[in-house]
């Protein structure tokens, strides 16, 4: 792999932008996505003009549209400008669009993710991404999926469940300042109704709807820009589809992508990172990410140990889930953390698509010094 | 203002022909079929004609066994039990829908599959996995 | 940009119902002719994007579903979307994605099953506020721009006729096409059943299940690996407007095309395309397309497209022929198309065409089209500089 | 030769659009039979369905102004070939006549039935006017189809 050796130009990540998360938006998706990217735009001190190319992502069964990114073309400035359609997760879209800059095409690129769940029932929706012939047809979406590989790892640890009880607990209360979730106590998530043994209601992420908007930039000699941000490295992986061909208890896809995106960052160990921003809907997920990048809890600063990294300091997904931007939001979370923490150094930021995970992306920032 | 859009419309997958063994042995025999990689030696079920894992070709189809140990399982309440089973003979597990109430259901536990009366070339030709007397882990 | 070029490409043999396979059987072999065609074993792909328009055939994110079948197990995978021009986007993604350095060698494969979905359906579902209710998919919209297409620039039905009959004939010297048809004339043509004025049977292109894939590659993995690979010389993407409504003429004014065309061209230092050019794989969905992008990709003057089918400029013996495969006429699985389009340009300058190839290729143009005025341009060449 | 299966599955479901601020004024003002169009402050162009933005001058769109419910055809056909109505399953009976209409006083052309489905009635530049329905709903479908002025 070439990858670390190429002398690859930097990107600045200039401007953030997002509206929601919120459980349901009133307006339309093309005036959310002209929300966020209009506060992306003015974030970077940049006008539609001085975009180069867009990169959007949307799933169109998710939209309940032909060609989802149709309806978005205005908004996101793309008329007689070049777009690309990444139909899958923020981050991926994120990740092309830094290839994009490093191969040399564009100078300025503007990354476009949103999810709108409050239109449909969107767990009837992800039937429609498993197998339809060997799955599918058992009524099987990735809500069962979620609850198998809960028990696969309940199944080894008799501790597991009141844990993940506790963290979502302390995640919809970091929630609470930001997004849709509402507090409550282990003992109140443990309590509340079964959605897939034996996860219950209160350990689900809460969908919401959401547009997130990022502007990337190459940085130049002689560029006079305040951007703090670099994107030092992005990775991301397919493992198989089958849940029965997979090794339930890990998230060995993670562990790939992560490993990618560090051999580009010349990072070699977790401790490197000042913050975490997971892209997890379930806190079982929270152990498969720790466990995937090797990172030990017992130094994160939850541990009592406040000088350690941050994990989910917001609440991650428990602020709002929404599909396909969710990847994005954590990008702007991780980014939005550097800016504001000048003794933070560096940012993991993740996203994650289909059942238990088997897409998954990281991008790794860094604070310029 | 939000106005409500239906969608309706009919698909129809083609299983292809390995696919198509695979349903037809259930409907015509009640057999289940894996398929083995002559890469990896893996044995895939259901039976697919490539191995997903190393890419190899899987031209060789073996029967598995219809009983297993439960891999792992979870109930969805109002719909029903879900469970990842491997079959005897199989390296891969086989998600199914699991027949029981939830308490009579432990990861390691023997299941035996129980195949439907009106069988039609589904997957659903297996009802579900039922669990077999004295197969606690 | 970091010089990339086409080393491999690999395509199903595309039918109106291919229930021989399933939709990741379809892929994989798309992905197997493809390796074989680039002596790339699987294991040296190091990322790979699929090009598919997934509700056409109902699904949600299918490269989760069908990506272990195109060797993605365990790599880098994603998917692009963009109407017709998926497979275009798709292979202009993998050119990007190669030339960042991250990847060597990536694996671009587009797909489509008609035959599993409905697909004019699955195209009228629009703005839920706005067309719905009216849109009657791709054969709808074509024919209403095409009536005033014809009344702006005087093509007549004959030379549509003409058009199909050229793609009908080219495809049976190409053992992929769904279409083939050796004596078809263009009386056939003219009377063959009217599906929506003036559009007949034989003026639109067919619904086909089909997959194909090409190989892309860093310079030193090009080299080492291909006798003749073929550069990315230019890679441009235009879209446009929303709706149908906003676009006017549009067939005859198409200037995301025309934009497009002109930067690949300035790009690639193309002057004269008719001169300069070599071989060209539009993206035509209907006969009156084909005619509307000789204008647009400036093959002739406004107006003159009539002369130029006339004068058999376009044919295997013209000065530029167009479509040597028979392009979207003869086969056109949506996903796959724009890859296809990619692919005959690459392998005609692999001098792999066989019974198709054009003499002496150095440069080919391949263009994608899609929604309803969306539009990418891709030139290669034998020579890096 | 072994027998191919395909697995039917069926999709149905709903999903609930926003109409968008725009959108909902032009849907009010259907129920009253009145059509609105909004002008970009940039290049001046009349746009039907109202929307955020003007894609050209990348300018937000405020400026509303009055469209006629008669126009000239700019495109016609008449679709033989039965479609499958995405929202009933059913298939649309045909065939059935289709334009492209510019309402005076909109600069972008608006596609919807024509009541005529006579090729030889059918001409680009015939003057052509909405029939509205009985019951108006505030939506598309109020306008059932153009007939052709005499």
Redesign the interface.
Known sequence: ???AQ?K?PRIGVAGLGETGPVAA???????MV?HAVEAALDDAKL???AVDAVVTAS?????????S???V???V????????????DGQ?AFA?A???I????YKTVLVVAHG?P????HQ???A?????????????DF??CA??????LA?RDADAVSRWARTAAARRCAAMRRGVAGACTSDEVLAS???????TEQMCAPLADAACAVVLRRLDEGDETDTRVLIQG????????????RD?TSW??LG??YE?ACA?ADVSTPSAFGVFEPACLYPHEEDLFTDAIGLDAAHLRESGNHNAALFSPEGGLFAGATPVAAGLSRVIASVRRLREDPQLERALAHGT???AG??QAVSILEATT | MNRSGPIRIPFRYAAGETGSRFLVALRDDQRILGSRCTTCERVQCPASSFCPHCGGATPETVDVQPEGNLVSWTEIPGRGVYGLVRLEGADTALLHRLLGPSTTWAIGLRVRARFAEERTGSVCDIEGFEAMEGGRP | MRPVAIIGTGQTQHARCRDDLSQPELVREACLAALHDADVPPSDVDAVLISNMELFEGRAMPELWVGEAAFAARKPCMKVATGGTSGTSGCIAGFHQVASGLFDVVLVVGFEKHSEGHTQTGMALTDPFWDRAVASGALGNFALSVSQYMAERGVTEQHAAEVAVKARRNASNNPHAHLQMPDLTTDAVLSSRMLAHPLRLLDMCPQSDGACAIVIACETEARRRCARPAWVKAAVTRHDQPYLGDLGNRLAEMRTLREAARVAYEKAGIQQPLRDLDVAEIYEPVTYAELAWYEALGFCTDGDAGRLIEEGVTTMQGELPVNPSGGVLSTNPVGASGVIRVAEAALQIHGRGGERQVDGVRTALATGYGVYAWADAIILGEALQ | MTERLTVPLTMDLSWQYASGAAMERFCNGLQARRIEALRCGGCGRRYLPPRPMCGDCRLRLTQWVPVGDEGRLEAWTIVHLPILDGRTGETRPSPYGMGLIRLDGADTTLNHFLVESEPARLRIGLRVKAVWRKELLGAMDDILHFEVLP
Do not use: Y
């Open positions: 792999m070439s990858a190429h690859r938006d009133p307006r339309s998706i093309p005036e002209l006008s539609f003009d799933v169109d069964l998710f939209d309940g549209l032909t060609a990114n149709v309806a073309t205005e908004v400035g793309a008329v007689m400008k070049p777009e690309t359609r990444i139909a899958a991926c092309h830094a290839c994009q490093w191969a040399g095409a709108k409050s239109m449909v029932p009837a929706l992800t429609w991404a498993m197998d339809p012939i060997h799955v599918q047809p058992l009524g099987v809500l069962v609850g198998l590989v809960a028990q696969a199944g109704p079964a959605v897939a043994t034996p996860l992005v990775g991301h992986d397919l493992d198989v589809h089958s849940l029965g061909d339930l060995n896809g790939r992508a990618r580009q698509w289909g059942p088997q897409g």
